[in-house]
């Protein structure tokens, strides 16, 4: 697997837990926690004052969008792998891939 690869591990090497979604970059890892933390912080810091509505949509827009899109790159289009990839429904799935005009 290259340095640049998104790589599954557990939280801690001793706990079966949850899995947490670390992306590489050269020397030192990421988290995505933290990748959206700062996005978001980018986010509040340059609003200069304006409003915000729909905020929960929006993250889970600009989240779901690209996670629906690597996901179906990596299973070459197959949309019942993707399905199982993502623990959706199939049915699910292409309602979520219509909705962002990814069908």
């Known amino acids: 697997m290259n340095s640049a690869a998104r790589t599954l591990e557990p939280v801690n090497a001793s706990e079966e837990r949850k899995p947490e979604l670390t992306l590489a970059q050269s020397d030192s890892r990421d988290t995505l926690r933290n990748c959206v933390r700062r996005s978001l912080t980018d986010f509040f810091r340059n609003l200069d004052g304006e409003s915000v509505n729909d905020l929960y949509e929006l993250v889970l827009a600009e ?3 690209p996670l629906l899109e690597k996901v179906l790159e990596h299973t070459r289009g197959n949309q019942t792998k993707a399905a199982e990839m993502l623990g959706l429904n199939r049915g ?11 069908l």
């Open 63 to 65: 989240m779901e969008i």
């Open 92 to 102: 699910t799935l292409r309602k979520k891939l219509k909705q962002y005009g990814l």
